[in-house]
């Protein structure tokens, strides 16, 4: 099996329950509290490790209670934090208030995330030589991202970027990317292509291929994802649940897809091993605690 190295966040998310969403300078009373850890890039390493993939990560936490816990909640999911520094800024947070209707409206203050800079990538580069895939989101500085974008595709491995959330993205980002995996309002972002139909989506698609994306994989909810590269494209529908809350169906998909390729999978088989964790991930409530083991996706029966 090959290795995967994830550079990325790690959040606590602090959730909070309402009846409605506050409105400007209202104070309301709210129901349950829960400290979940997320953060995009320890989602998807948590999502990877779970599915027996072999996974280290590069990130920053602050020296405060927070950090101490997302460090060993990726160490009791079997990821290597050995490349996990701690940094000035507290560790990142995110304030999410979900309302009854299941909707979220989401604050995130990065912290140490946004220290994580290119000493950093060069200081743990053996993270990446030791890897054959690397996986990228854009919660750590864009400079960052870029930077170890070029030194992965240096070193000749498969990356893989997440791009999430969305940014608009320059040239070189994008031409050091092999696979992208966005959703389809990410893909509208960094496009900068409206989308209204599918014929958008291809477009929209192209022009990142034209770019020098190798190939991308656009995620459509409960609809499915399609696969586009420069010869061919092919749809695969989603599988048939009933979603419960899709917070992380994105970042278990992307994990899913990294372990399939990991396992030297075809593109075909490792976007039916996603849709099934993708699936899985909307059936449950959280980030971290919806991500499936690999029990559960041979399990399932869509
Ligand atoms: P994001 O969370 O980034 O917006 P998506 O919502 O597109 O990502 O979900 C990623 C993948 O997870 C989808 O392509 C699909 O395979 C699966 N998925 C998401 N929502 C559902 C759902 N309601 N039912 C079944 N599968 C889903």
Known sequence: MKNICVIGSLNMDLVVN???????????????????????GANQAVAMARLGGNVSMIGKVGNDGFG????????????????????DSSTGVAFITV???AQNSIVVAPGANFEVNKEDVDKNID??????????????????????????????????????PALKLDDEIISNV????????ELEIISEIKIENEDDINKAARSMIAKGVKELIVTLGSKGSLYINEEK??????YKVEAIDTTAAGDSFTGALAVALSNNKT?????????KVGALSVMKEGAQSSLPVLEDVSNFRG
């Open 18 to 40: 309402v009846d409605t969403m506050p409105k400007p300078g209202q104070t309301l009373l709210g129901g349950n509290f829960k400290e979940v850890p997320g953060g995009k």
């Open 68 to 87: 101490k816990t997302l460090v060993e909640a990726l160490k009791s999911d079997n990821v290597n934090t050995d490349y996990i520094h701690t940094a």
């Open 99 to 101: 309302d009854k209707n």
């Open 127 to 164: 993270c990446i030589k030791n890897s054959d895939i690397i996986v990228i989101q854009l919660e750590t500085p864009l400079e960052t991202v870029k930077y170890a974008l070029q030194v992965a595709k240096y070193l000749n491995k498969y990356t893989i970027l997440n791009p999430a």
């Open 178 to 185: 092999d696979l992208l995996t966005p959703n389809e309002t």
């Open 233 to 238: 494209s092919f749809f695969k529908p989603a």
């Open 267 to 275: 593109m075909e088989e490792a976007m039916d091993f996603a849709s």
